[in-house]
């Protein structure tokens, strides 16, 4: 009986650290992030939907579902263990406890689209300066431009599935096992621990995107190199937001950042 008990206390401690009304907001916002992605996916891909033997409708509800069941998995535990860690989303946090938020908005918002603009242009000009080195642009090498207005829809979800997989569960994992090695005389993650966190997350986005680009061309390992770094670039921009001022920042950052990249970017190359 003593070991059922101890069971079942290990299991309610888990489900109350969690924030179950954050957890159903996050994964909302991941639903409509995922929706909101797919005219952009599908004039990228739409050749090879089309071509598929499956109906196009069949196939969307299995991405949305496996999306679903996706998002609900890493955002419980991104949110178990940024507990742990003392990562947080303090305006989620605070609005749905009834705090004021507006004000820590305001201090955030200045600093979040600026960087996220600064990565947007940082991305474009290394992207431009490795074309010296015989590397066509990225730019120039993708074969289709979705719109603008696609762009725009899919920064959402940049802005909000891409920080809470990479963030706020990715990052947040490091950070963990990092702090489950090493941590402060106070029990805290090490400034060390958590910019290894930063810079791990945001290579490892840079390497996931590895499979798109042999997609295109033949790969080098100075390509490789190129690939992680211009994905990495504004992973460690955010990441930083992230620790510093909470996943909310990160969010507007990233969504900044694709705005640049996925609105205005296509906006001057029609001109």
């Not at 939907?49 to 998002?71: D, E, G, R, W």
């Not at 305001?106 to 080195?133: C, E, H, P």
């Not at 670039?233 to 955010?238: A, L, P, Q, Y």
């Amino acid at each position: 009986m003593q070991t059922k008990n101890k069971k079942t206390d290990g299991k309610n401690s888990i489900t109350k650290t969690v924030n179950w009304k954050l957890f159903t907001v996050l994964l909302i916002a991941s639903i409509f992030g995922t929706i909101a992605v797919l005219p952009y996916t599908l004039t990228l891909q739409g050749g090879l939907l089309q071509n598929s033997s499956i109906p196009l409708s069949v196939i969307m509800t299995a991405q949305l579902i496996q999306s679903i069941v996706l998002f609900a998995v890493v955002i419980f535990i991104g949110l178990y263990l940024a507990k742990k860690v003392g990562l947080e989303l303090p305006i989620l946090e605070g609005w749905l406890e009834g705090r004021e938020v507006k004000s820590y908005l305001k201090s955030i918002l200045g600093i979040s689209v600026g960087l996220g603009i600064l990565a947007g242009i940082l991305i474009i000009g290394i992207d431009y300066l490795f074309s010296f080195a015989g590397f066509t642009s990225s730019i120039v090498m993708a074969q289709i431009t979705p719109p603008a207005w696609q762009g725009f829809l899919a920064s959402f979800y940049g802005g909000i599935n891409e920080e809470i997989l990479l963030r706020l569960f990715l990052m947040t994992l490091i950070a963990w096992i990092i702090f489950k090695i090493k941590k402060t005389k106070e029990g805290k993650p090490t400034n060390m621990g958590m910019w290894l966190a930063v810079i791990l997350a945001a290579v490892i986005f840079g390497i996931g995107h590895i499979p798109t680009a042999m997609a295109i061309v033949t790969l080098t390992p100075l390509l490789v190199i190129k690939v992680i770094i211009l994905n990495a670039v504004g992973g460690i921009i955010f990441g930083w937001l992230y620790w510093k001022k909470g996943l909310e920042s990160a969010m507007i950052s990233h969504f900044s950042a694709d705005i640049v990249l996925h609105v205005i970017l296509p906006l001057i190359a029609v001109i």
